[in-house]
């Protein structure tokens, strides 16, 4: 079995109504997301590396939102943060700004629709990040696209930071790494919820491997790209906008 089996995969709405029927699970990252394998690791790394590369930020636009988890972790930083939060899910969207409301010190911004087709302006951000979003993108020509709007989004200065579940260029080490992520969901909820779990990713996701965003990401223009964590099947990685393009 791999993360990326020739099956149809869910369309955006099919994902979307999934979503807005996991409010309560994605509220909670300790135990709500345990399938994330290192989830509330990569919430502080990724917090922590954000706040130092870009202790200027005073603008935030998390994709993908959930329920607010690294905007609220951002905010503990960088509490002066203007925030701009997008996600497929209205539920998850409104659940973001009510835990919000008594944290950020400016009004939250809410843009219910896929990044892929919501503009993103020029220079507007000095932040962003993504978490768990883009492995739902498809092909390579959408995996581009989605970057060079988010290149072009930030403002110089600016980074992008990203935690995702990523494939294995090698088949044989891919087969290694899915076998241990399987091994890792049994056990947490047993053999029932490893086969859950990797039905909906067959289902849903289409991940691309650690280096091939590297790369992308320097394609389209960014600069000193850091990988922050690692394992198994997940990565926490983001990179720093240093130029005009």
Same mark, same amino acid.
């Given at each position: 079995m791999s993360a990326s089996g020739?099956?149809?995969?869910?369309?955006?709405?099919?994902?979307?109504?999934?979503?807005?029927?996991?409010?309560?699970?994605?509220?909670?990252?300790?135990?709500?997301?345990a399938a994330t394998v290192d989830s509330p690791l990569a919430l502080e790394l990724i917090a922590e590396a954000a706040s130092a590369?870009?202790?200027?930020?005073? @603008? !935030?636009?998390?994709?993908?939102?959930?329920?607010?988890?690294?905007?609220?972790?951002? *905010? &503990?930083?960088?509490?002066?943060?203007?925030?701009?939060?997008?996600?497929?899910?209205?539920?998850?969207?409104?659940?973001?700004?009510?835990r919000l409301g008594g944290v950020a010190k400016r009004p939250v911004t809410t843009l219910q629709g896929d990044v892929r087709d919501l503009p993103l302006g020029q220079g507007c951000f000095d932040l962003v990040v993504t978490a768990a979003v883009l492995h739902h993108l498809r092909g390579e020509s959408e995996w581009r696209a989605v970057f060079e709007?988010?290149?072009?989004?930030?403002?110089?200065?600016?980074?992008?930071?990203?935690?995702?579940?990523?494939?294995? @260029? !090698?088949?044989?080490v891919q087969?290694?790494?899915?076998?241990?992520?399987?091994?890792? *969901? &049994?056990s947490l909820k047993g053999d029932d919820y490893r086969r859950q779990v990797f039905g909906y990713i067959e289902q849903e996701d289409?991940?691309?491997?650690l280096m091939f965003q590297l790369d992308l990401l320097r394609a389209v223009g960014f600069s000193e790209a850091e990988i922050l964590h690692k394992n198994t099947c997940f990565a926490a990685f983001g990179a720093l906008k240093h130029g005009a393009r």
């Open positions: 020739p099956a149809a995969k869910s369309t955006v709405d099919e994902i979307r109504r999934r979503f807005d029927n996991d409010v309560e699970r994605f509220s909670n990252l300790e135990t709500g997301q590369a870009t202790p200027h930020a005073a @603008s !935030l636009l998390d994709i993908g939102c959930g329920a607010g988890n690294y905007t609220l972790k951002l *905010l &503990e930083r960088l509490p002066d943060l203007a925030v701009t939060l997008i996600d497929l899910s209205r539920p998850m969207l409104d659940r973001a700004t009510e709007k988010v290149y072009r989004a930030l403002r110089t200065g600016g980074s992008f930071w990203i935690f995702d579940m990523v494939e294995h @260029s !090698l088949p044989a087969a290694r790494m899915w076998e241990r992520y399987g091994r890792y *969901l &049994e289409t991940p691309r491997p």
